[in-house]
C-alpha cells in the first residue's frame, strides 16, 4: 500500500458523506479510477453506511406511519363524534309527547271530502282545505266516505291503525267490527318553533287525519299514558288501553348478555394477541348499542312509538361504535409509539 492510497483511505469516510471540498473530491475520484484495492474500500464503505441508514431510519419511518394512522383515527373520531351529539339532540328535541283527551283537542266530521280551498284569485292555498258534508257529495266520486279528524293548534303530529275488535255487547248484533285508533302527540321541537312562530305573528298548520280503508264504525282515541281510550264515534263497544311496546327491554338484556359473554371470552384469550383484539371489537358492538338506547330511551325502554325508537337506536349505536372503534385504535397507536420509542 502505498502512500496516496492510506490518504484516500483516510478520507474514503468522509468522502462518503460528501463532507470534502471539490479539490479532494476530485483527487479521490481520479485514485479510485486507477486504484481497485481503494475502490473495493470504498464500495464496502457505501453498502456499510446505506445499511446502516436504512437501520437507524427504520423506526422513524414507522412512528410517521403510526402518527398517519393515528390523525386518521382522530378524523373519524371527530366526524361520528359530530354525528353522535347531532342525532342524540334530535332523538331527545323529537320525543313524542302524547296528548291526553280533551273536548277542544279534536272535531270529527263524518262521511266528507277534502277538497283544496281556492283563494278568491283561484289559486289553491298551501295546508289549507275545505269540508264538504256528506249530503253535498256526488256518490259517484271516489272521495266519499272520508272521515276527516282536526286537531287543535297544539297537536304536531299524529296517527291512526285499525284493529279488528270481536263482540263484547251481545245488543249490537254483530260478530264484530274495525277499531281506528287515534293518537296524536307535540314534540320538545315544535314546542319551540311554535313559540318562535307565535313571537314571529305566524300561525301553526292544523294537523289534520283523512281516515280511510275500511268501514269504519268506531274511532277511539289512545292517549297512551296507561289510561283507557276514549270513544269518539260509532258503537261502544270496544274497552282497552292501549299498552305500551316491551322490546326494547329485551333488546337491552340481550346486549347486555352478549357484552358478559365478550367479556368473558376476553380475559379467556388475553395473552393471545389477535383473538383479544377480534374480541375487543366485538365487545364494542353491546357496549355501542346500550349506550345508544341509555341516549335515546333514557332508563325508561317502554314505547309507544316502537319503530320510531327502535330506528334511531340503531343508527346511533352505529356512529357510537365508529366513535369507539377510533378512540381504542388511537389508544393502540400511542402505545406503538411508545414502544417504539422505548427500543430506540
Not at 28 to 41: F, G, Q
Not at 87 to 114: C, I, Q, W
Not at 123 to 147: C, F, H, L
Not at 269 to 294: A, D, G, H, N, W
Request: aromatic share 10%; net charge neutral; proline share 2%.
Amino acid at each position: 500500500m502505498n502512500k496516496e492510497c492510506s490518504i484516500v483511505k483516510d478520507l474514503l469516510a468522509l468522502y462518503s458523506e460528501d463532507m470534502v471540498s471539490d479539490e479532494t473530491a476530485e483527487f479521490i475520484e481520479e485514485h479510485l479510477e486507477n486504484c481497485e484495492e481503494c475502490s473495493k474500500e470504498y464500495k464496502n464503505i457505501k453498502s456499510t453506511r446505506s445499511f446502516d441508514f436504512k437501520k437507524e431510519t427504520a423506526p422513524l419511518k414507522d412512528i410517521k406511519k403510526k402518527i398517519v394512522k393515528k390523525r386518521i383515527a382522530a378524523a373519524v373520531l371527530s366526524v361520528f363524534l359530530a354525528l353522535t351529539i347531532l342525532l342524540t339532540g334530535y332523538a331527545v328535541l323529537s320525543t313524542r309527547e302524547y296528548f291526553e283527551y280533551s273536548d277542544d283537542l279534536m272535531t270529527v266530521n263524518d262521511r266528507v271530502k277534502v277538497v283544496p280551498f281556492n283563494s278568491p284569485d283561484g289559486k289553491v292555498v298551501a295546508g289549507s282545505y275545505a269540508i264538504i258534508q256528506g249530503n253535498e257529495i256526488n256518490p259517484n266520486e271516489d272521495a266519499t266516505g272520508i272521515t276527516l279528524i282536526v286537531f287543535n293548534e297544539k297537536v304536531t303530529g299524529c296517527s291512526y291503525y285499525f284493529t279488528y275488535e270481536t263482540e263484547t255487547d251481545t245488543h249490537s248484533g254483530t260478530d264484530g267490527e274495525w277499531v281506528c285508533h287515534v293518537e296524536a302527540w307535540t314534540t320538545l321541537w315544535d314546542k319551540l318553533v311554535n313559540v318562535v312562530n307565535e313571537k314571529l305573528g305566524r300561525g301553526n298548520n292544523a294537523q289534520f287525519l283523512e281516515i280511510k280503508g275500511h268501514a269504519i264504525y268506531s274511532i277511539y282515541y289512545s292517549p297512551n299514558n296507561g289510561q283507557d281510550e276514549v270513544h269518539i264515534r260509532g258503537t261502544n263497544m270496544y274497552k282497552g288501553t292501549a299498552l305500551p311496546r316491551l322490546a326494547l327491554n329485551y333488546y337491552i338484556i340481550l346486549a347486555a348478555g352478549a357484552l358478559i359473554v365478550a367479556v368473558i371470552l376476553l380475559v379467556i384469550f388475553r395473552k393471545k394477541e389477535k383473538i383479544r383484539k377480534v374480541m375487543t371489537y366485538i365487545s364494542l358492538v353491546p357496549i355501542s348499542y346500550i349506550i345508544s338506547q341509555l341516549a335515546v330511551m333514557g332508563f325508561n325502554a317502554t314505547t309507544y312509538s316502537l319503530m320510531r325508537d327502535f330506528k334511531l337506536i340503531l343508527i346511533l349505536s352505529l356512529f357510537i361504535f365508529c366513535v369507539l372503534v377510533s378512540v381504542y385504535r388511537i389508544i393502540q397507536v400511542r402505545k406503538e409509539i411508545k414502544e417504539i420509542n422505548k427500543l430506540n
